[in-house]
């Protein structure tokens, strides 16, 4: 099935409308903040007599106060009501809080500005859970990953542009403030034009009663995300990466004067490269995933945030530091500069990978009805663990360690943290060892890969032709599957865990253990009443010539107890490869059919229950093979 390019949505009404809105919120967000922040730090003396660097941490303080206040209100209304409806009230109070800011430039009153800046964090609040309880409403499953990708992309580039428009603007001699008023607001008038573009959708608790106590509300939001153990470990691990970059970023400025010896033109470079990095990684993922929600490349982020975070700190210790304070020309002449440029790129693409596979699990996997509510309390979490970052940051400097160790801490610490998360929900790093195996050894293409329901229980059949059959449906499916597999193969070391962590049944033959043999049929039955995926391979052994080996009739003991639809599949181009049992020369083979081994899942439409005899269901499988072994 041919697969549209995600760039596509932007040119459909379902989702082109929603992205600028959200695109220029948080470009106005960032325009707005960055020259505030700019014109304290310069001309601070002509608007106040506080101390700058008091402002400097308090302003930032107050954007994300409202974060723990309201997120919990902010959820239940973006459950409660249409979305569309929500955004646009939103940009209106944002185009108010721009008018209130604009008097504020033009009078030099700073808690006009101030306030502006409360109301800014009030208005991302009340918008942050729409904006990713909206996708899964509007775009279909395989369109998740390369959605939620735009989306983080439009936002860091748009916090991007917001800070290089924001310092440009406000330092414009003698129109600067004029203009950050002007564009500020005018900004904000674009932003509600595309929110009117938004449609309908409809709220999915549209009887729910809000509790207008935001600390319940807190509570009982994160605990019912606990019920949910994924979804909420993948709401940990959201947070995490914003504790993260909260540690890195707060770090450039300093780390780009003091260590690189460059100007503020050295931050902006700095800080683009990551934010290109961050948009990079969040367009990977469609591509890497395969248009499905893959959250095996969420290791593979994790990896790669360490690794590029010790290579930054061994990239900074040698650097080349010139004498005196250079521009960007200068800091690229510097010896060691494009490798911190690498670090710093790379520690963005693997941020990217990381993050957006989390979104797309959370909002497939959450309660339909609790979606806002559960991205709310993340959004709690997500400013707690920020404000955390800054603590820690704080300590470290106070311990002596410089900026560069600090970059070393944060990436030794993130290594610790996803060694637990993964170690909880080991599912991450067997999705991982999966998607690698499929991206490595072989290139598969999925036939009909729709006809793999989102939801609902079902018996999927298949030959057997290789020892990692059942990795590569694995790797293959949006949803997770419990295979049953020989006993034996529990036995055998490295896919015993990768099976006992994909929760597979072992089963055994009745002469040979008949109380394992009933077992797997009470377990399956329990998985089928539970909405799960079960794979069977009703051949119950390996092909020896690359033929199909008659079905036998476990199946129809399945159905007999747990009637669902039977999903035939077929897999093409792994007879022959090393872990078949074709008896022929295996280095002769594996030269023969390269590096990268071509092959083919197809996936049948269902069968249902009455009709699924072995026979019918082993000439399903043959026709979708065709002759390709």
């Not at 499905?292 to 700190?313: A, M, R, W």
């Not at 197809?602 to 979708?624: I, N, W």
Request: charged content about 15%.
């Amino acid at each position: 099935m041919q697969k549209n390019n995600q760039f596509a949505l932007l040119a459909q009404r379902r989702f082109a409308p929603f992205f600028w809105t959200q695109f220029l919120g948080a470009l106005n967000d960032n325009v707005f903040k960055t020259a505030l922040l700019t014109i304290l730090t310069y001309d601070a003396l002509s608007w106040t007599g506080m101390d700058t660097g008091l402002l400097n941490n308090l302003i930032p303080g107050l954007f994300i106060l409202p974060f723990f206040l309201f997120s919990a209100t902010a959820g239940q209304l973006a459950d409660k009501l249409e979305k569309g409806r929500v955004a646009r009230f939103v940009k209106l109070l944002e185009i108010a809080i721009m008018a209130v800011a604009a008097y504020g430039w033009m009078t030099h009153h700073l808690w006009l500005l101030v306030a502006a800046v409360v109301g800014m964090g009030i208005h991302s609040t009340i918008f942050g859970p729409v904006k990713y309880a909206y996708l899964p409403q509007q775009l279909k499953r395989e369109e998740l990953i390369g959605g939620n990708g735009v989306i983080e992309m439009g936002t860091f580039v748009g916090i991007l542009l917001g800070e290089i428009l924001g310092a440009v603007l406000v330092v414009h001699k003698p129109w600067g403030l004029q203009l950050v008023a002007g564009v500020t607001l005018g900004i904000a008038v674009l932003g509600w034009l595309a929110s009117l573009g938004i449609p309908h959708s409809p709220a999915p608790a549209p009887e729910l009663k809000v509790n207008w106590n935001p600390f319940t509300e807190t509570v009982r939001n994160l605990g019912f995300s606990r019920r949910n153990r994924p979804v909420f470990l993948s709401l940990l691990g959201n947070s995490w990466f914003w504790f993260y970059g909260a540690i890195v970023l707060a770090q450039f400025p300093l780390y780009a004067k003091n260590y690189l010896h460059g100007d503020h033109s050295v931050f902006v470079l700095l800080l683009a490269v990551f934010s290109v990095g961050i948009g990079a990684g969040s367009l990977l993922c469609e591509r890497l995933s395969g248009h499905k929600v893959e959250i095996g490349l969420v290791p593979f982020g994790s990896i790669g945030l360490s690794v590029f975070g010790v290579e930054l700190y061994l990239a900074s210790r040698g650097y080349a530091a010139p004498g005196a304070a250079v521009d960007v020309a200068g800091f690229l002449a510097q010896g060691g500069s494009w490798r911190i440029l690498a670090d710093c790129l790379g520690i963005g693409v693997f941020g990217g990978l990381y993050i957006v596979p989390l979104f797309a699990l959370i909002q497939t996997r959450c309660d339909p009805a609790h979606v806002s509510r559960t991205i709310a309390g993340m959004n709690i979490m997500n400013a707690l663990f920020m404000v955390v970052a800054a603590l820690v940051a704080m300590v470290l400097l106070k311990a002596g360690l410089t900026i560069p160790e600090i970059f070393l801490a944060t990436a030794i610490l993130n290594a610790l943290v996803a060694i637990y998360i993964f170690s909880l929900v080991p599912e991450f790093l067997m999705r991982f060892l999966a998607w690698l195996l499929i991206h490595t050894f072989y290139r598969v293409r999925i036939a009909n890969g729709h006809a793999i329901t989102e939801q609902g229980a079902g018996v999927i059949v298949c030959n057997h032709v290789s020892y990692v059959d059942a990795i590569v449906i694995m790797a293959a499916s949006p949803r997770p599957i419990r295979f049953v597999m020989d006993h034996r193969i529990f036995k055998i070391p490295v896919l015993s865990w990768v099976f006992r962590t994909a929760r597979a049944i072992p089963i055994a033959p009745v002469k040979e253990d008949p109380w394992l043999t009933e077992k797997a049929f009470v377990d399956i039955a329990q998985a089928l009443h539970e909405g799960e995926l079960v794979c069977i391979f009703p051949e119950g052994k390996l092909t020896r010539d690359g033929e199909i080996n008659p079905f036998r009739g476990g199946v129809q003991k399945i159905l007999a107890r747990t009637p669902v639809p039977v999903l035939p599949m077929a897999l093409r181009g792994l007879w022959g490869s090393l872990l078949s049992r074709d008896t022929s020369n295996p280095f002769a083979r594996s030269f023969k059919r390269g590096l990268f081994s071509r092959l083919e899942l197809v996936v049948g439409e269902a069968v249902p229950a009455e009709q699924a005899t072995p026979e019918l269901l082993q000439e399903k499988v043959q026709q979708l093979r065709g002759e390709w072994k």
